[in-house]
Structures are given as structure tokens and as C-alpha cells.
T-cell receptor, first 116, second 114 residues
Framework: AQSVSQHNHHVILSEAASLELGCNYS??????LFWYVQYPGQHLQLLLK??????LVKGIKGFEAEFIKSKFSFNLRKPSVQWSDTAEYFC??????????????FGQGTELSVKP | DAGVIQSPRHEVTEMGQEVTLRCKPI?????LFWYRQTMMRGLELLIY????????DSGMPEDRFSAKMPNASFSTLKIQPSEPRDSAVYFC????????????FGSGTRLTVV
């Protein structure tokens, strides 16, 4: 079955540490890829997205993600995290082949806690 | 742009009561999605609409759940009768072009069924 996997359930970092959150998907063919962030008590907000072109995508707040087609991965990175990055991060995939109408399939989420 | 507007923000109801959640998508968006978020199951897609027509309701947990989109600017998600296991945060999201370019989420409705 098609799925999106985020292998890290909870990540704890100190401020200024580098971040990498993993995301893998099992869809073949063309995919559109997204990272969303959910700050405590708030709704999901789009961090960045990839449709085509340069596989290194830059988003808001210093986040970036790299699409590696051969690995079916779209990992999220940030060189230096801040306490305000404490949130839950969701990877999502849209597969035109498998998901009619453009629905997004979300991963389980990764909770990031940044210690000041 | 006011974004996706959901009401109410919080709802506490007794088991067996009918609950209606409301959503106003962003003007011009032609797709609308209802999600449920719980600690145990994460984000689950319940149903989505394209151009006011339900496309996929396979995520609706049971017949107690129903959703409508009578026009392009309004959708409801109804639970009748409600049960404690329905307690969750319900998000509505909208998008243009079927959602393939990402969604804009509303602030959610936190439902507690006691």
C-alpha cells in the first residue's frame, strides 16, 4: 500500500544544533512533496514544497529539503535550530497516479523539542 | 484573505448528541478536505470535495459521520450520535486545483465528547 513514513517520532536538540528529519514514501511515478509544521495548539502551516526542478528546495524560516528520487526520500533540514522551532513536523505526498483529486497523504509526524 | 475559517473552535458535548462542525474555505479554492487528528492515529483524511462534489469518503469512520458541501463557500461535518472516541481535533483545509499544490488549513475544532 502507498504510504509515507517518518522514522523519527520525537527528536530532542539543543539550540544551534543541526536538524535532519527523515521522510520516505512508497509511491512510484511523479510525486509532489510537502513539509508542514504545526506549532503547539495551532494548525498546520506549509513550510516548503517540491513539484519539479531543483531537488533542493528552500522554504520559510531557514528550512530546506532535498528530494532524492532513487531513495524515495524528502528529508527536512535546518543548519541551526532555535527554541521557536519546537513543533511537530509532517511530511506529505501527493501522487497524481494514486491519489485522484489531489489528496495529500501525511506521515505520522515528528515532534521536535529544542532545548534553550 | 481571511484564510480557512472553522467554527466552533472548541466543542464539548455529551455522548449521543449531534455535533456539527463548519468550514468556510478560501474564496476561489475548489477543493475542500476534512481531516481528524488524534494522538493515537495522527492525521486522517475523512472526506474531500472537488467543486462541491464528494470525491472520496473512504476515510469516514462510520455511518455516524456525514459531510456536505452545499456551495463553494461552506461545508459541514456532522456526527450523529457522537461518542467519546470521536474526541479529536478536526481540521478543514482548502486548495486550488485539486490539492496537488498543497493545502491551507483552518485552525481546527477541538471536539470533546463526554
Amino acid at each position: 500500500a502507498q504510504s509515507v513514513s517518518q522514522h523519527n517520532h520525537h527528536v530532542i536538540l539543543s539550540e544551534a544544533a543541526s536538524l535532519e528529519l527523515g521522510c520516505n514514501y512508497s509511491y512510484g511515478g511523479t510525486v509532489n512533496l510537502f513539509w508542514y509544521v504545526q506549532y503547539p495548539g495551532q494548525h498546520l502551516q506549509l513550510l516548503l514544497k517540491y513539484f519539479s526542478g531543483d531537488p533542493l528546495v528552500k522554504g520559510i524560516k531557514g528550512f530546506e529539503a532535498e528530494f532524492i528520487k532513487s531513495k524515495f526520500s524528502f528529508n527536512l533540514r535546518k543548519p541551526s535550530v532555535q527554541w521557536s522551532d519546537t513543533a511537530e513536523y509532517f511530511c506529505a505526498v501527493n501522487s497524481p497516479l494514486y491519489n485522484q483529486g489531489g489528496k495529500l497523504i501525511f506521515g505520522q509526524g515528528t515532534e521536535l523539542s529544542v532545548k534553550p | 484573505d481571511a484564510g480557512v475559517i472553522q467554527s466552533p473552535r472548541h466543542e464539548v458535548t455529551e455522548m449521543g448528541q449531534e455535533v456539527t462542525l463548519r468550514c468556510k474555505p478560501i474564496s476561489g479554492h475548489n477543493s475542500l478536505f476534512w481531516y481528524r487528528q488524534t494522538m493515537m492515529r495522527g492525521l486522517e483524511l475523512l472526506i474531500y470535495f472537488n467543486n462541491n462534489v464528494p470525491i472520496d469518503d473512504s476515510g469516514m469512520p462510520e455511518d455516524r459521520f456525514s459531510a456536505k458541501m452545499p456551495n463553494a463557500s461552506f461545508s459541514t461535518l456532522k456526527i450523529q450520535p457522537s461518542e467519546p472516541r470521536d474526541s479529536a481535533v478536526y481540521f478543514c483545509a482548502s486548495s486550488q486545483g485539486g490539492g496537488a499544490y498543497g493545502y491551507t488549513f483552518g485552525s481546527g475544532t477541538r471536539l470533546t465528547v463526554v
